[in-house]
């Protein structure tokens, strides 16, 4: 058994602490392609969801499994639909506890073709809530059973025999709970606790009319501050372009980072119009290229619906800001079209995966790289961890908080941007409804995009954290010491978030060098 790597030792440190485990990396290493599929349809479909839910396959297997281990979370491993069902749901009792089953997933447009049902779990808290009238009636965990075997169908002779119990027993614990519901007769009962808890369970997982959520959250944010335009040239994709800043301004492109599409600055509006900067950003988490094709194939698509896109917005040559994964897209970028950009800006750029001569010992970068290059599936399990933390906060925030410790410039970033949650909402986000994209920033790592950054015309400045925890910054040194008309930067008191933390300086140095004037719009 191979040890753990840096990434895993992290995770589990951190949930020492909350008393949670993993499982084992061998194990997740083991993830099926279609599991991954399930998890991908899954949280895109049902992550607003308010009721417990599962998917399970043909042969009655669960989909979704819970990376951190709570079992009040836990559904059975196996629940076998009932055949021949005319309306398609039924209730079904397993391990003493009620379950909603829906067979009709072909609802849902994009649900992957193994995918046989949706499972909902009924607790006694929850059939009283989606009772019409008896939201506040508290049912004993005898009164639960006896009632969830008779919504499964059976007979109060039968569900008196299938929990051990006499017929006079349940037939008197039956009367109780006709009380507490309001109902003359197990019949109406039944038929109304049905039809109830159907409608409503329906109400809450069947699929709404597509929304952007990504769209929605940046306007949360940011208000009237951020224009929002969606772009269709010719056959090609739709393009969200999101505008900051001055509205006819120098146009500057940002390649955002793994973790948001957004700079988290206070002042960042201020300071982009104060310096004339139109600030824009296309967020490629959510063009519907990940998980889909090849690394190749995807990179090339969306480079040409960024470049049709930006000729469509602009005239003026652009000023390319990349921040850490977005380095690599932006340097396939810059070298295709060398007519459009004037200055590459690389913030907290990421190591390669052979670091030039001289570097230190493997970071957690590089033991990922070397992992992922023996073993693919690895990518498959790291991007079910990080989606499992991405979606609850407070294991986000001490997982990153542990992989940033080193950097105090960072360590005290992250506070700020989780004190005021919208990192959260974004990892969240993400990690539901772009549920590849770290698939795709890690896979684009492992190619040769050094070899583009070479191949580029424009000028090239590189600035860097002395205190980068992720990329030591020898390593980045080295790198534009390679290339004689690059500049390199180094700042004190920044860390792998050297963009947050320096913004304004960073931009008086692009408009330094590109000779701008200062001019408000």
């Not at 929990?163 to 109406?188: E, F, H, N, P």
């Not at 001490?398 to 940033?404: E, N, P, R, S, T």
Request: proline share 5%.
């Amino acid at each position: 058994m191979t040890p753990p790597s840096q990434f895993i030792q992290i995770l589990t440190t951190v949930l020492k602490k909350d008393r949670l485990a993993l499982p084992s990396e061998d194990a997740l290493l083991h993830l099926r392609e279609d599991e991954a599929s399930s998890e991908q349809f899954f949280f895109r479909s049902f992550s607003n969801c308010r009721l417990p839910a599962n998917l399970y396959d043909h042969d009655g297997n669960r989909q979704i499994h819970s990376i951190v281990s709570q079992s009040d979370s836990l559904f059975p491993p196996v629940i076998h639909m009932p055949g021949n069902l005319a309306s398609g749901c039924t209730f079904v009792v397993v391990d003493e506890r009620l379950y909603f089953l829906y067979d009709r997933v072909e609802r849902w447009s994009d649900v992957p073709d193994h995918v046989a049902f949706v499972a909902v779990r009924l607790d006694a808290e929850r059939i009283a809530a989606l009772a019409e009238n008896a939201t506040d009636v508290r049912l004993t965990p005898s009164e639960y059973l006896l009632l969830s075997h008779l919504l499964t169908g059976l007979d109060l002779k039968t569900a008196a025999a299938r929990l051990g119990a006499s017929y006079d027993t349940k037939r008197k614990q039956i009367q109780v709970i006709l009380d507490k519901m309001g109902c003359k007769t197990q019949t109406v009962l039944l038929r109304n606790l049905s039809l109830e808890i159907t409608a409503g369970i329906l109400d809450e997982i069947l699929p709404l009319q597509k929304r952007d959520f990504e769209t929605a959250l940046v306007k949360r944010q940011f208000g009237k501050d951020v224009i929002v335009n969606t772009i269709s040239i010719g056959d090609g994709i739709d393009v969200p372009v999101w505008e900051f800043g001055a509205r006819r301004g120098r146009p500057v492109l940002y390649f955002h980072s793994m973790l948001a599409p957004v700079v988290f600055h206070d002042e960042m509006i201020d300071t982009l119009k104060e310096n004339g900067l139109r600030w824009l950003v296309v967020p490629r988490h959510f063009l519907g290229f990940e998980g889909n094709l090849d690394v190749q194939t995807r990179l090339a698509r969306l480079t040409r619906a960024l470049s049709d896109t930006m000729e469509y917005l602009t005239d003026e040559p652009l000023i390319c800001v990349a921040e850490s994964a977005g380095v690599t897209w932006a340097a396939h970028f810059a070298r295709h079209n060398p007519h459009m950009v004037s200055q590459l800006v690389l913030a907290a750029t990421p190591q390669v995966f052979k670091p030039e001569p001289g570097s230190h010992n493997p970071t957690i970068f590089i033991e990922m790289s070397q992992r992922v290059r023996r073993d693919e599936r690895v990518i498959a399990g790291l991007t079910q961890i990080y989606n499992a933390f991405s979606r609850v906060p407070v294991l986000a925030k001490k997982g990153l908080a542990h992989l940033y410790r080193k950097s105090a410039a960072d360590t005290a970033c992250l506070e700020t941007f989780f004190r005021h949650t919208h990192l959260s909402d974004w990892l969240r986000l993400i990690a539901n409804h772009a549920t590849f994209a770290s698939v795709d920033e890690i896979a684009n790592l492992q190619r040769d995009w050094l070899g583009d950054l070479k191949k580029t015309t424009c000028r090239v400045t590189f600035v860097h954290g002395e205190e980068d925890p992720i990329s030591p910054i020898e390593d980045i040194q080295a790198i534009a010491e390679t290339m004689p008309e690059a500049s390199f930067h180094a700042f004190e008191n920044a860390g792998h978030l050297i963009l947050t933390q320096h913004f304004k300086a960073l931009v008086s140095q692009m408009i330094a060098h590109e000779g701008l004037a200062h001019a408000a719009s």
